[in-house]
């Protein structure tokens, strides 16, 4: 909408009429209150002129005297421009290319620089994050030096780190596939090596550092790696073979196929081979010539022609019909030379065991030493000589003094036994006045493996079960055996063993081996023994002796146990199957009344029921 002010010869030839003044004087006055109106209280909008003017709108001059509306725009952020026709007020948004002036600092997203200029994509939006620190910008064309960490790529995401070659081609860099590891690159112009390409280098390389071995390994043609060493000190040169072969070592076993030379003429010393636990033997080559030494096929010790050794093997000197091989230097001079016998056969001739001239044929009469200790004609505890001629009287026995005696003292004395009834849980006594006690729950297990009389104890702590006799039944001041078998049960965890002589209960008073009872028994206690052997116990009432025997006791095991105590020497030997495995000669019960009695017994210790099984019980009580 456009509002014009009349050409003032128009305002006169209207105001000709009289009655028309009264009006333009009215109007003029209207007009001079709108237009110099000293401040709009309480206001007045350009529609109480002319009603065409909204909210927002702006009025602005759009010729000569003459007042136009600019709409206001509904768009957000848009600004006034003289971009309308003939530059007239338009809405329009900022124009960066020539609609602003100054550089638009950082603060404000801009880059504060007028020679910074960014190419952006041709088709769609694109986005580069910069770093969030400030830096230098790292261009593709100009040289630049990195002075921090940069990682191209992410775990896994590999191939990022490309450098072009010098005419052609691409070099991508990976990192280890695990770890973070570093790698320095050498301080001189060169090629780097890889890993898997065949190389040639052409410069000396070090690899680790004194002290830092290992470093060189080399994949074996299959599988395995071989790493080489330096030598522990000095700085020695090692010539490779020019040849295509396998590289020997020092402390494998290898097959040489080729011939090798250790050392020069006189430069001698050069093969040195290690002893089995110390030493080292020299190897070396005949003074003069070139001899072949055929060594025998199969394992030995080489004899030497300087040393004292001794054969153990047989050794054939020479040829049939090549003699005069074997010669022995004499003690001063001359030499004895041995030959075999001419006749055909093998024939052996046996040397003496003592020093002596050995006898010849062809010699009259050869002299004889005197008897020494060894030829004595009778045997002693002091000499070494024959055995005296036998008696033939067959109640006659060599004793260990070099004496014949009548029957040995043990076996005559008194001898019992007890022997388990087949079938039955009883057994049968020999020379025994009374009958022992068979605790507990009582069974017969006879099977291929004998007749068995098999006691299980109750199913509580400290139960225990057995054969056991009173404890006056035999005196310790005689000679005296015992032999018995017996079968473990399949249980022999938490429990308690004792077979043999006690002078009262062995399984229940015998828990730390320390009360004042007289023990010469075999045991098993598996909360005082920590392996599973048997052991050997004496004791006199003061002094325990347990011993550690090399038998290993197993379950459901029959064991043969023997004790044979002499008086002659104050000691007590204990054999099992028929091995002797201990002796003892301390702990020996003393001599006094009849202080003892027998048994074969078990306990349990957890509360789990235990067995023991027993075929027969024999002892011998001498004077």
């Known amino acids: 909408m456009k509002f014009k002010i009349t050409k003032l010869e128009k305002v006169i030839k209207y105001l000709e009429q009289p009655m028309r003044w009264i009006v ?32 927002g709108d702006l009025i602005y001059g759009s010729g000569a005297d003459t007042l136009s509306v600019l709409s206001k725009n509904t768009t957000s952020t848009r600004y006034l421009s003289n971009t309308g026709t003939s530059n007239n007020p338009a809405w329009s948004a900022i124009n960066l290319t020539n609609g602003v002036s100054g550089y638009l600092s950082g603060d404000n997203g801009g880059t504060g620089s007028q020679y910074v200029e960014f190419t952006g994509p041709t088709l769609t939006k694109k986005t580069f994050t910069l770093p969030d620190s400030s830096s230098t910008i790292m261009t593709l064309a100009s040289t630049d030096n990195i002075t921090g960490v940069k990682t191209f790529g992410a775990a896994g995401n590999v191939d990022k780190l490309k450098i072009a070659g010098f005419t052609s081609g691409t070099t991508i860099l990976n990192a280890s596939p695990t770890g973070s590891p570093t790698i320095t690159l050498p301080g001189t112009t ?71 030379t250790f050392g020069s003429a006189g430069n001698v010393d050069k093969l040195q081979l290690a002893g089995n636990t110390s030493g080292t033997t020299i190897l070396n080559a005949s003074p003069t010539g070139s001899p072949t030494i055929v060594l025998p096929g199969s394992s030995g010790t080489l004899a030497t022609t300087d040393v004292a050794e001794t054969f153990t093997g047989v050794k054939t000197f020479g040829t049939t019909g090549d003699v005069g ?23 052996t001739i046996t040397f003496p065991a003592a ?116 404890y006056t039944v035999l005196n310790a001041a005689t000679d005296l055996e015992y032999m018995t078998r017996i079968k473990t049960g399949s249980d022999i965890t938490a429990m308690r063993y004792y077979m043999g002589y006690f002078s009262s209960t062995p399984v229940t008073g015998f828990t730390a081996r320390s009360s004042t009872a007289k023990v010469i028994a075999f045991s098993y206690d598996t909360g005082l023994d920590g392996t599973a052997f048997w052991r050997t116990v004496t004791s006199n009432g003061a002094t325990w002796s347990v ?77």
């Open 24 to 55: 333009v004087v009215s109007l003029a006055f209207f007009i001079t209150q709108v237009v110099y109106a000293v401040a709009p209280n309480p206001g007045h909008n350009y529609s109480e002129s002319s009603g065409g003017v909204v909210q």
């Open 190 to 260: 060169g090629t780097v090596a890889t890993t898997d390409v065949s190389e040639t280098f052409t410069g000396a390389k070090t690899f680790g550092s004194a002290g830092s071995v290992d470093k060189l390994k080399i994949a074996g043609f299959t599988s395995g790696t071989t790493i080489l060493n330096a030598s522990t000190s000095g700085s020695p040169t090692i010539t490779l073979p020019g040849t295509t072969g396998t590289v020997a070592t020092t402390d494998v076993s290898e097959t040489f196929t080729g011939a090798k």
């Open 325 to 347: 091989k074997l010669k022995i230097a004499g003690l001063t001079s001359g030499t004895v030379q041995l030959d075999a016998t001419p006749v055909s056969g093998t024939n």
């Open 355 to 470: 020093t002596g001239t050995v006898a010849l044929t062809t010699q009259a009469t050869d002299t004889f030493g005197a008897l020494t200790d060894n030829t004595t004609n009778d045997v002693s505890t002091s000499a070494h000589g024959f055995m005296p001629k036998a008696t033939n009287d067959p109640n006659m026995y060599f004793n260990a003094t070099g004496n014949y005696t009548n029957t040995p003292d043990i076996y005559r004395g008194h001898v019992s036994e007890i022997i388990k009834n087949p079938g039955a849980t009883t057994a049968t006594l020999v020379g025994i006045l009374t009958a022992p006690t068979y605790t507990a729950t009582l069974s017969s297990t006879d099977g291929i493996d004998g007749r068995w009389m098999t006691h299980t104890s109750g199913a509580s702590v400290n139960s225990w079960t057995g054969v056991l006799s009173a």
């Open 547 to 623: 011993q550690t025997t090399t038998q290993s006791i197993a379950t459901s095991t029959a064991y043969d146990l023997r004790i044979s105590c002499t008086k002659v020497d104050s000691s007590c030997r204990f054999y099992i199957n028929g091995t002797l495995q201990t002796t003892h000669t301390s702990g020996i019960p003393a001599a006094a009344a009849p202080n003892l009695g027998y048994g074969n017994a078990v306990l349990t210790t957890n509360g789990n029921s235990k067995t023991i099984s027993w075929q027969s019980i024999r002892m011998v009580s001498g004077s």
